[in-house]
């Protein structure tokens, strides 16, 4: 388990140059990466590293609803085609958490 300041660092936030504001909602969505199911974990690898997924591809659909509902992945049109899910800027930093994670 990494340190709650690798975690801080993987996000670009720091202690001693952050804001209260901007280390409180680096710690929120912390620990909102840590309360996601393998479902949800799956869906971020597989959006970020591969992304964008058609509905058939996504490792989860309840887990990629989940995922839309909170922000961190995106229903997106790819070359003139529906039904594709793809990685949002907070899926991106979700991401990063589970990888430094690992």
């Known amino acids: 388990m990494p340190t709650l300041k ?3 660092e ?6 001693k140059l952050s804001s209260a504001e901007e280390i409180k909602s680096a710690c ?6 840590q309360d996601m199911n393998n479902a949800e974990r799956d869906c971020i690898v597989a959006s970020y590293e591969v992304g964008p997924l058609f509905d058939g591809d996504v490792p989860s659909k309840t887990g990629r609803d989940k995922l839309i509902e909170m922000g961190y992945m995106a229903k997106v049109v790819v070359n003139g085609g529906d039904g594709f899910n793809a990685c949002t800027h907070k899926g991106a930093w979700a991401y990063r958490i589970l990888k430094a994670s690992e």
């Open 6 to 8: 690798k975690l801080l």
């Open 10 to 15: 993987t996000l670009h936030e720091s202690t």
């Open 28 to 33: 929120e969505l912390i620990i909102e990466v």
